[in-house]
């Protein structure tokens, strides 16, 4: 046999309700074979969820696992000026064994606060693919591509590479990780090479994922430039579609926000990101109310500054009020929403739901706790008091990453003690080098 149960909680079900059950999964597959009545099925191996919570994995949706090794190296500066003289110059002295450590520490992270998939935009992709490999998580993987600043032929190379690598990542790791086209943003690569590499992305069938509409720095100079805003912009060099999401999308005018709906076009929203960066307020109710598919990230480590899920949902939820100056607006079911379903559609990955034939990704978050007592509405917990901290078992397609709280796929004390390391030898480079 090798099916597993988790038996003796309360599940949340897609529809957002919570009942008593156990959830049997086929391990073969990979998949949740069925919710079941409490103590009606048997399986070789077995989760306690008793006194929990079983939820659909959280699924982070925009982000750059690495930057883990950046955490507190630079905080408290606006976004241009944290990338151009903090974060770029460290960047650039990055080894691939670097990202490896960094990714390592991130899934770590991720997967000890109950997040079970993640989108990323970096480089040296293919080592983040193997520590997805091996750390069990699903991912959305990508070679992000920078033009300024490099001469044509440095910025038609890192294009392609973008394009190849998307190509040959896509479905490895047993199909756990799939691969987008990646532009880092309308600004930071040009035209020409958006005109020429763009069509090659749709002919190859890749989606695409790119920064838009994040500071107010990043739309004044294309409506200057085109006389667009920036995703008129997009539009027009064939960026949006269903198979496009954006990260951010703060500042965002009526056009635009009918634009994605339209397009079908998605939105990672990332509030700790935009907070701490004061980049501005997304306006995620009003992406909602236009049928705007929208998920939740973190974005990277060195901006928000944890990979914590769970409080990207209070996040957003919070933010989603003071932006549509209404108490009302992103409640508790919604926040829980994006987190989940809402980020698996931007993945383009089956998960995000408690239910027969879905992907068994899943954690179960621990109740007993003072800060969740008492249980009045465990959707309103999930969105504005349970912490990555809570979570006591995560299982991504079927495998347990994470057993009683000790992750069981990698060894989180060499984990941080090499990312530690990584981090120490590559700051002393890169300030040795001024
Ligand atoms: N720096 C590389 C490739 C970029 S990878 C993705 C980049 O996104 C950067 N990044 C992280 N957070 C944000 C954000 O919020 N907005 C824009 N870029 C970000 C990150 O530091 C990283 O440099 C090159 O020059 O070719
Ligand atoms: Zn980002």
Known sequence: MSDLLVAGGQVLRPDLTVERADVLVDRESGDVADVVEPGTADAAERLDASGGLVIPGLINAH?????????GYADDKPLDAWLQE?????????????IAAGAELGIVEMI????????????HVDRIADAVERAGVRAV??????????????????????????KELDDAADGRVTTTFQPHSLTTVGEEYLREFVPKAR??????HFHANETENEVDPIVDEHGLRPLEYAADLDLLGEDTYVAHGVHLDETEVELLADTGTGVAHCPASNMKLASGMAPVQRLRDAGVTVGIGTDG????????????????????????????????????EMVTRGSADLLGVDSGRVEAGANADLAVVDLEAPHLTPAHDLVSHLAYAVRGSDVRHTVCAGEVLMRDREVVTLDERAVRERASEH??????RAEGDD
């Open 63 to 71: 982000g750059h696992v690495a930057m883990t090794l950046l955490r």
């Open 86 to 98: 903090d974060i770029w110059p460290v960047e650039a002295e990055l080894t691939a064994d670097d």
């Open 112 to 123: 000890k606060s109950g997040t079970t998939a993640f989108s990323d935009m970096y480089f």
């Open 141 to 166: 993987l990508g070679h992000t591509a920078v033009t300024v600043g490099k001469d044509d032929e440095a910025a038609r190379a890192d294009m392609q590479r973008s394009l190849d690598v998307a």
């Open 203 to 208: 002919e190859a069938d890749l989606p695409i």
């Open 301 to 336: 480590a060195a901006s928000n500054n944890d990979l914590d899920a769970f409080d990207e949902v209070r996040d957003a939820a919070m933010i989603g009020k003071l932006a549509a100056e209404d108490a009302g607006a992103v409640p508790a079911e919604a926040a829980v």
């Open 423 to 428: 981090a120490r030898d590559l700051v002393a």
